[in-house]
């Protein structure tokens, strides 16, 4: 036994939690495994949990009645391939896209945002761990 603390993934609310997984498996070529309750889908790059809830609401995209909780960002090489399919496997693209240059934000089918990008947060120059 120790205190270590390792994160172990993410899990994103949804109305039926393996159609989500199903989605998300699609665009990251990853395999979802569950029900509609409870749900994961596993990628090459990670894992994404999904969990029904009972009066799931969608984020109102940039600013609404509901506000965005959280969203999941996807490093890409081409924007206008990785639209195309993520628009055919069900997304939407908003029409509010504050960072066109490098990001395009798309709803999932339950209406969370996630943002396609080519720029790799995790390089921001000058920044410091927090520590």
């Given amino acids: ?7 172990s993934g993410v899990t ?10 199903r989605f998300y ?7 979802a ?5 409870w749900a994961t889908v596993t990628g ?20 609404g009645t509901v506000p965005m909780q959280m969203h999941l960002d996807f490093l890409v090489d081409d924007l206008a391939a990785t639209g ?11 029409d509010f896209q504050p960072n066109s240059d490098h990001c395009f934000v798309y709803a ?11 720029w790799d947060g ?3 120059d000058g920044e410091t761990d927090g520590t």
């Avoid at 994103?12 to 997984?21: C, E, G, R, S």
């Fill in 122 to 124: 995790a390089q921001i």
């Fill in 44 to 63: 090459p790059n990670g894992d994404i949990a999904f969990q029904q809830v009972d009066d799931y609401r969608s984020t109102v995209w940039p600013a």
């Fill in 33 to 37: 495994k569950g029900n509609p309750r």
């Fill in 1 to 7: 036994m120790s205190d270590t603390i390792r994160f």
């Fill in 84 to 94: 195309a399919r993520v628009l055919a496997a069900g997304a939407t693209r908003f």
């Fill in 12 to 21: 994103v609310n949804a109305p039926d939690a393996i159609v989500l997984a």
């Fill in 108 to 118: 999932d089918p339950a209406g969370h945002p996630f943002c396609l990008s080519t």
């Fill in 25 to 31: 498996a699609v665009i990251t070529g990853g395999v």
